[in-house]
């Protein structure tokens, strides 16, 4: 049995969810793990000395639960996707695809990555994206600004820092398109093992 770990990162709102979600309907024994799901408790989420939240830290997250959910995967991906209703087809090629903000930030998990790929988008169209969207606790007047951005900003330079084998995408191209391109990539990857 092959495993494939796919890493589908960049910044807010910059289309991973959806890409992710797409690339799980037509990649065959694929799973999705979604590091929103492990945000902490709001009330512990430490707050920086503008008063903002600081949810783009990986303290805000429980990078703990995410890496048991990863290696339960590996273990035995069949086992896991059936444990989460997921139905299983006859194939030797198993994928974990992982989206989230700060996947390649946290080392342990970033190491496991067959392939990394990395949306962007310009500072106005995520500004704009961000601003449609409905947070809970609500984005707080600045918050975008005095933090969001500069915060993947920072991030990003992290990133670049430890990580040399990143798939820039283009998170402004028609959503069939990137799904074509990394679709065509991921089945590539499926021949070579």
Not at 37 to 43: A, I, N, P, Y
Not at 44 to 66: I, N
Not at 83 to 103: A, D, T, Y
């Amino acid at each position: 049995m092959k495993r494939l770990i796919i890493g589908i990162g960049g910044m807010t709102n910059g289309g991973k969810s959806t890409l992710s979600r797409s690339l799980q309907g037509i990649v065959p024994n694929s799973c999705l793990l979604s590091q929103d799901s492990f945000f902490k408790d709001d009330s512990v989420v430490p707050v920086d000395s503008h008063g903002f939240k600081q949810y783009d830290t990986l303290d805000a997250l429980h990078m703990d639960r995410m890496m048991s959910e990863v290696r339960s995967w590996v273990q035995d991906p069949q086992s896991f996707m059936l444990s989460q209703g997921l139905s299983v087809q006859e194939s030797s090629v198993f994928s974990l695809i992982v989206e989230g903000f700060l996947i390649f930030n946290y080392g342990p998990l970033n190491e496991l990555f067959d392939k990394r790929y990395f949306l962007q988008i310009p500072y106005e169209t995520c500004k704009l994206r961000r601003s449609s969207r409905v947070y809970v606790p609500p984005d707080p007047m600045g918050y975008f600004d005095g933090h969001v951005w500069p915060m993947y900003l920072k991030n990003r330079k992290e990133i670049e820092n430890m990580v040399q084998d990143l798939v820039f995408l283009d998170g402004t191209q028609k959503r069939d398109d990137l799904l074509a391109m990394v679709y065509k990539d991921i089945q590539q990857m499926f021949t070579a093992v």
